[in-house]
């Protein structure tokens, strides 16, 4: 139960999101944009004690194209943050929290890189529907640990020394 609620509501790693039909807002990662508690517009579920929720996740598409005999695959990876599914506690929250949740957003935007890394050493077959499926899947499985290892070593944010040397690590990843 404790690994649920420790999961409940930290992540939501999404290809496509649609509800009753309609897309649901989304807000690309762009290095020139920080999160405000304004970009933090669901509502807080009712049981669940953390202080908020950063809805962000990768999304990709690629096309395939044949040169000759090689087959060659036009990709684009991308990170996402959520709107309509991140919420925060007003009352709990502060700048440290807002950092904290905007990491979680970073970390989806270094692992769409790692992603697109890997997307170009790979040379596809024919199954490359298959091939590009695998590599997300191994790739949400690696943010997933990696946002939980980040949620653990900083304890949510109030691990402030934790939360600092995080802050610096992904600031220099996402400069590299």
């Given at each position: 139960?404790d690994?649920?609620?420790?999961?409940?509501?930290?992540?939501?790693?999404?290809?496509?999101?649609?509800s009753?039909?309609?897309?649901?807002?989304?807000v690309?990662?762009?290095?020139?944009?920080r999160?405000?508690?304004?970009?933090?517009?669901?509502?807080?579920?009712?049981?669940?004690?953390?202080?908020?929720?950063?809805?962000s996740g990768?999304?990709?598409?690629?096309?395939?194209?044949?040169?000759?005999?090689?087959?060659?695959?036009?990709?684009?990876?991308?990170?996402?943050?959520?709107?309509?599914?991140?919420?925060?506690?007003?009352?709990?929250?502060?700048?440290?929290?807002?950092?904290?949740?905007?990491?979680h957003?970073?970390?989806?935007?270094?692992?769409?890189?790692?992603?697109?890394l890997?997307m170009?050493?790979?040379?596809?077959?024919?199954?490359?529907k298959?091939?590009?499926?695998?590599?997300?899947k191994?790739?949400?499985?690696?943010?997933?640990d990696f946002?939980?290892?980040?949620?653990d070593?900083?304890d949510?944010?109030?691990?402030?020394?934790?939360?600092?040397?995080?802050?610096?690590?992904?600031?220099?990843?996402?400069?590299?």
């Amino acid at each position: 139960m404790d690994s649920v609620v420790k999961n409940i509501g930290l992540l939501i790693l999404l290809f496509t999101m649609v509800s009753g039909g309609t897309a649901q807002e989304v807000v690309p990662w762009d290095a020139g944009k920080r999160l405000s508690w304004k970009d933090f517009k669901g509502e807080v579920p009712i049981g669940v004690g953390a202080a908020a929720t950063t809805a962000s996740g990768i999304s990709y598409n690629f096309s395939t194209y044949y040169e000759g005999t090689k087959m060659m695959v036009d990709y684009e990876v991308n990170a996402f943050f959520y709107p309509e599914k991140s919420w925060y506690r007003p009352k709990i929250c502060n700048d440290t929290t807002l950092i904290h949740e905007q990491l979680h957003f970073d970390i989806s935007e270094l692992f769409a890189r790692k992603m697109s890394l890997e997307m170009a050493k790979t040379s596809f077959t024919k199954n490359v529907k298959a091939e590009v499926r695998a590599i997300y899947k191994k790739t949400l499985r690696e943010l997933n640990d990696f946002q939980n290892r980040y949620d653990d070593e900083t304890d949510y944010s109030r691990n402030v020394p934790q939360q600092v040397a995080w802050t610096k690590k992904i600031v220099k990843a996402l400069s590299e």
